[in-house]
């Protein structure tokens, strides 16, 4: 028999959630990584989880504790990331809180890079990676009623979200102004601004848990 489904406002609803940094090989011992912790998507992943969710959460290699409640996918790049999403469709609602490379590595493969004695670093070709996010976004089947993105801008922080918002196809953006003297990166605080299509709405500055806490709610309000 099934398990009951846990009780709150988002009983029954499944929601995906991705998180943390990509990893992109370079060869089998060296990646392009970021400094992503992967804390706010696993405190949305865990207020979620409170409110009754049922939760998949696909992160990459982050420092930050797993949500406990929720399906937990491991990944390492954005492709497959990309994968692991669409295996965990379908969903009610995907919050992109991931820190996803934009690029990868082309023809990373099993044997470590090598110096050649001349002096001459290897060239390494970048190609760029799926646009997670907008891929599922702009699906005509199967999207999630509800796809909120992130973003994380150092400039004109309304204004790129916004453009991000429609560029993607995402119904809202948490946005982000991540310049290093703000201290969110990698801090344990956030200052979003929660970009609809209404418009732009500055969240005070509080802790990555309360700003969980405050999207998740908004979360359940939107599903029911
Ligand atoms: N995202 C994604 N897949 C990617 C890149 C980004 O799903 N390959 C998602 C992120 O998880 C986030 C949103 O898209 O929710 C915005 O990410 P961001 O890096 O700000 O956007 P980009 O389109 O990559 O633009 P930029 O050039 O500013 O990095
Ligand atoms: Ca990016």
């Given at each position: ?67 406990e409640g929720a399906t937990i996918v491991e990944?390492?790049t954005a492709r497959e990331m990309l994968e ?141």
């Open positions: 028999a099934l398990a009951p489904p846990t009780p709150g406002p988002l009983a029954g609803r499944h929601v995906i959630v991705t998180s943390g940094p990509t990893h992109e090989p370079i060869d089998p011992v060296r990646y392009i990584a970021n400094r992503s912790s992967g804390r706010q998507g696993s405190a949305i992943a865990s207020a979620l989880v409170r409110r009754g969710a049922r939760v998949t959460f696909v992160t990459g290699p982050a420092e930050a504790p797993r949500p990944i390492e692991a999403v669409d295996a965990a469709l379908p969903a009610d609602a995907a919050v992109f809180a991931a820190a996803v490379a934009d690029w990868y590595v082309e023809g990373a493969g099993a044997s470590k890079l090598k110096k050649d004695g001349t002096g001459t670093p290897p060239g390494l070709v970048l190609r760029e990676n799926p646009d997670i996010l907008r891929t599922i976004a702009t699906r005509s089947e199967g999207r999630p009623g509800l796809v909120v993105g992130f973003a994380a801008e150092t400039d004109d922080v309304v204004a790129n979200a916004t453009a991000k918002r429609l560029r993607k196809g995402a119904d809202w953006i948490v946005a982000n102004d991540v310049r290093p003297s703000t201290g969110i990166m990698g801090g344990t605080e956030n200052a979003a601004i929660l970009v609809t299509a209404e418009g732009a709405e500055p969240w005070p500055r509080m802790s990555k848990d309360a700003t969980a806490d405050a999207l998740a709610d908004r979360i359940a309000r939107a599903l029911t």
